[in-house]
């Protein structure tokens, strides 16, 4: 066994600290954001609050999740968040699955198509006219469809499939597979990874959006959890809704801001682990091509 140069091996050690470094400053304000949302609001205000609750509290969190809307809305956030996922999922793999194939037509001008839409959009006033004159307010699709295809997902997912070997799908057409069929059986199944890093992308994506909701919903008890948690900032709801007092008041407003972004990020922390193993492995196989 050849043993590591000396160079080599302060190269780990530099680059073990370099990652430690990254880890710690990563972590540390996610911990601090959940030790103030269990905080004091003295505590809170004094700056005594670092990595562990001080004056331990729950008063915010029972305020929140004693709230019906609140369940309402974070209902929507869960059905929103699925049903939009999966129609960006079924369109970006139609289309990148059409874009992998070198011989089609148009090729070059499908992909100029996506990419300048990267670059340009229409603006604000022109999507909410059509959206409105579509009759898609106050409906998932208002969420759905304007976000229905991410560029970068779509270049990604692109690539893995043209790094696919192309006998299989050659061999499945003479077994009379149809196009469909080909990339039901043959291609999907290869490309786990990517599916689940796109999967990821995407339900992450809806699961923090808000301002789409907040465009084109008019009724409250159709806003996802991001908008009540906003509205909950700012004061427009919370306290009032939960018949909290003046004291409650004072404790929502020092730790409000810490227990969204927790009980916003907690879901997906919670289906994090289960796709991370497709993470890397996805990005790079997609990433090997262009």
Same mark, same amino acid.
């Given at each position: 066994?050849?043993?590591?140069?000396? =160079?080599?091996?302060?190269?780990?050690?530099?680059?073990?600290?370099?990652?430690?470094?990254?880890?710690?400053?990563? @972590?540390?304000?996610?911990?601090? %954001?959940?030790?103030? !949302?269990?905080?004091?609001?003295?505590?809170?205000?004094?700056?005594?609050? #670092?990595?562990?609750?001080?004056?331990?509290?729950?008063?915010?969190?029972? %305020?929140?999740?004693?709230? /019906?809307?609140?369940?309402?809305?974070? *209902?929507?956030?869960?059905?929103? #968040?699925?049903?939009?996922?999966?129609?960006?999922?079924?369109?970006?793999?139609?289309?990148?699955?059409?874009?992998?194939?070198?011989? @089609?037509?148009?090729? #070059?001008?499908?992909? *100029? %198509?996506?990419?300048?839409?990267?670059?340009?959009? *229409?603006?604000?006033?022109?999507?909410?006219?059509?959206?409105?004159?579509?009759?898609?307010?106050?409906?998932?699709?208002?969420? /759905?469809?304007?976000?229905?295809?991410?560029?970068?997902?779509?270049?990604?997912?692109?690539?893995?499939?043209?790094?696919?070997?192309?006998?299989?799908?050659? /061999?499945?057409?003479?077994?009379?597979?149809?196009?469909?069929?080909?990339?039901?059986?043959?291609?999907?199944?290869?490309?786990?990874?990517?599916?689940?890093?796109?999967?990821?992308?995407? !339900?992450?994506?809806?699961?923090?959006?808000?301002? !789409?909701?907040?465009?084109?919903?008019?009724?409250?008890?159709?806003?996802?959890?991001?908008?009540?948690?906003?509205?909950?900032?700012?004061?427009?709801?919370?306290?009032?809704?939960?018949?909290?007092?003046?004291?409650?008041?004072?404790?929502?407003?020092?730790?409000?801001?810490?227990?969204?972004?927790?009980?916003?990020?907690?879901? %997906?922390?919670?289906?994090?682990?289960?796709?991370?193993?497709?993470?890397? =492995?996805?990005?790079?196989?997609?990433?090997?091509? =262009?």
């Amino acid at each position: 066994m050849v043993r590591p140069s000396r =160079s080599y091996r302060v190269f780990q050690g530099v680059n073990g600290l370099v990652l430690t470094f990254v880890v710690v400053v990563t @972590l540390y304000p996610f911990l601090n %954001i959940v030790a103030r !949302s269990f905080s004091g609001e003295r505590q809170i205000r004094s700056g005594e609050v #670092t990595l562990w609750p001080q004056g331990f509290n729950l008063t915010t969190y029972e %305020i929140v999740l004693k709230d /019906a809307m609140f369940w309402r809305n974070y *209902g929507n956030t869960v059905f929103y #968040t699925v049903v939009s996922t999966a129609v960006a999922m079924v369109l970006t793999t139609c289309y990148a699955y059409v874009l992998s194939k070198k011989h @089609l037509r148009g090729r #070059t001008a499908l992909v *100029g %198509i996506a990419v300048f839409t990267m670059f340009f959009t *229409g603006g604000l006033i022109p999507q909410y006219v059509l959206i409105t004159s579509l009759g898609l307010k106050n409906s998932v699709w208002a969420i /759905a469809l304007p976000n229905a295809i991410s560029v970068f997902n779509l270049l990604v997912m692109k690539a893995f499939f043209e790094s696919l070997p192309t006998e299989l799908e050659e /061999a499945a057409e003479i077994d009379g597979l149809s196009t469909y069929g080909v990339l039901l059986r043959i291609v999907l199944p290869l490309s786990k990874a990517v599916v689940a890093t796109m999967v990821l992308f995407y !339900s992450v994506s809806f699961w923090n959006s808000w301002f !789409s909701a907040f465009l084109y919903m008019d009724r409250s008890d159709l806003m996802p959890v991001t908008v009540y948690l906003r509205n909950l900032i700012q004061g427009a709801t919370g306290g009032s809704n939960a018949g909290a007092g003046a004291e409650q008041l004072t404790q929502v407003a020092a730790n409000i801001q810490a227990v969204t972004i927790v009980l916003t990020a907690l879901p %997906i922390l919670c289906v994090y682990p289960f796709v991370q193993r497709y993470f890397v =492995s996805g990005v790079m196989l997609g990433a090997v091509k =262009s």
